[in-house]
């Protein structure tokens, strides 16, 4: 097998890849899926356990180090403990880490730390119950406390929190989470509304900035000092609060896109393979996998779909066209 770096042509080496487990969800935010009828996939679509981690040993080849499951919400996915045993048990693999809206994670924390995961992050934009429910149509925001208590206690760390921002709706939430997470040894990423919520309510108008979220939290708890970028490919760019109490990131996708630093590739739930989040064009792995496809032919697959990888997005020009997958079943 041909085992050089994963390079596109722009010289970005690719190292990380994003797997969701499923497109299913416990809860409605209304920036990623409507409020109702949902269409999932049938479940014959998803792949198994068994596919996913054959395709991550591939990767691992081509020098896939970093994995992040996601979905949907990857926690409704049955047995995904088993799941996380097996991709840590990959040798090549040096990061794992979790994304999950924290509402199944009290009851979850253990198996999956049992299982080898210790680096989660938790969405969670608001800690107002009735934001909380506007935002998720759940009134769920008890269970994701909890879970974020579970986590410290088991030891999880480092733990993040996942904070989407959305002007208009979450300006009075930006101060009270970067508190909770300076009490907690937490560190908050604000996340620019982006527009893959699949029903064109993004707006321009409703992307809370990057800039707008350090000037108010600069004012209002302590001036924020941008950390030298210790990984420019990490999508988020830190800061730390100049009074030593804890950092934040800030994910600034729409105001400051980093897409000439990309490193991720993304494996959908039914098994397709996408270059960039607002990808238009996939790569059919699952037929592959299933009509007993080599393990060359699926590296070449990737190969040849990161050698097509575009130079970036292009939600700031006219040109953009939203991806045909809303942010659920793509997986963020
Ligand atoms: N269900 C899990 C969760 O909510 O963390 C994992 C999947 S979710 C699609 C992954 C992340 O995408 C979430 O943490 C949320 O912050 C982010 N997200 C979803 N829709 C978004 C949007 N339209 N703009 C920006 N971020 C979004
Ligand atoms: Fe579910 Fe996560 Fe999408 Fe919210 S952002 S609806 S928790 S998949």
């Not at 904070?163 to 909770?180: C, M, N, Q, S, Y």
């Not at 730390?240 to 993304?266: Q, T």
């Not at 990161?306 to 020009?317: C, F, R, Y």
Request: net charge positive; charged share 30%; with cysteine.
């Amino acid at each position: 097998m041909d085992t050089r770096p994963l390079l596109d042509s722009f010289g970005r080496v690719h190292d990380n890849l994003r797997i969701s487990v499923t497109d299913r969800c416990n809860i409605r935010c209304f920036y990623c899926m409507p409020e109702q009828d949902v269409h999932f996939m049938e479940r014959g679509e998803i792949l198994s356990f068994e596919e996913i981690e054959r395709f991550v040993r591939v990767a691992v080849r081509l020098g896939i180090r970093k994995l992040r499951v996601t979905g949907g919400e990857p926690l409704v996915r049955k047995d995904l403990p088993l799941l996380i045993g097996k991709l840590t048990r990959i040798p090549g693999i040096k990061d794992l880490a979790l994304t999950t809206n924290g509402v199944l994670l009290s009851e979850m924390a253990e198996s999956m730390y049992e299982a080898g995961l210790r680096r989660i992050n938790v969405h969670l934009d608001t800690l107002d119950r009735e934001r909380f429910l506007k935002i998720t149509r759940r009134d769920d925001l008890s269970k994701v406390l909890e879970g974020i208590e579970t986590c410290r206690r088991l030891g999880y760390g480092p733990i993040k929190l996942n904070a989407v921002a959305v002007k208009g709706l979450t300006e009075p939430d930006i101060v009270p989470i970067a508190r909770f997470c300076r009490e907690r040894n937490i560190e908050p990423r604000f996340i620019e509304f982006m527009p893959l919520d699949g029903q064109q309510l993004w707006d321009r108008n409703r992307v809370l900035t990057a800039a707008e979220m350090i000037e108010v939290l600069s004012r209002e708890i302590s001036p924020l000092v941008e950390i030298p970028d210790r990984d420019p490919r990490a999508p988020a760019t830190e800061y730390r609060f100049a009074d030593g109490g804890g950092r934040v990131g800030f994910i600034a996708s729409v105001s400051k896109p980093f897409c000439l630093n990309c490193n991720r590739i993304r494996l959908t739930s039914d098994g397709k393979l996408r270059y960039c989040l607002f990808a238009i064009e996939e790569a059919n792995v699952k037929q592959l996998l299933r009509n007993g496809g080599s393990d060359d032919e699926i590296a070449n697959l990737i190969r040849a779909n990161v050698e097509g990888k575009w130079i970036g997005h292009e939600i700031n020009s006219v040109r953009f066209v939203p991806p045909p997958r809303p942010m659920y079943s793509i997986g963020g």
